[in-house]
């Protein structure tokens, strides 16, 4: 199950228990659309191990997330474990690759 990410609850998670998966999207983002099946699966298949969240960048204070992050080109995935960036994928990818970060993060 996928996180909808927000100023109020970013800190709490990517310092939770669990390592943090966010992707930076945006509605008009063609290749975002792309890859979020792939997310929602990950999602599915990672639950319980792995938070996964998607950051909408053009809703509330989410832009404040994307400057601090410097996002700069959607879509963006960030994976967090202790509270840091520990890996970073800019563009669309196969599922494979993606998994390929989510299974180096745990």
Known sequence: MEV????????????????????FWATWCGPCRMIAPYIEQLAEEYDGRIVVGKCDIEEGDNDDIAMEYGIRNIPTILFFKGGQVVDKMVGAATKAKI????????
């Open 4 to 23: 909808k990410i927000t100023t109020e609850n970013l800190e709490s998670l990517k310092n939770g228990d669990k390592p943090l998966v966010v992707d």
């Open 99 to 106: 998994q390929e970060k989510f299974e180096k993060l745990l």
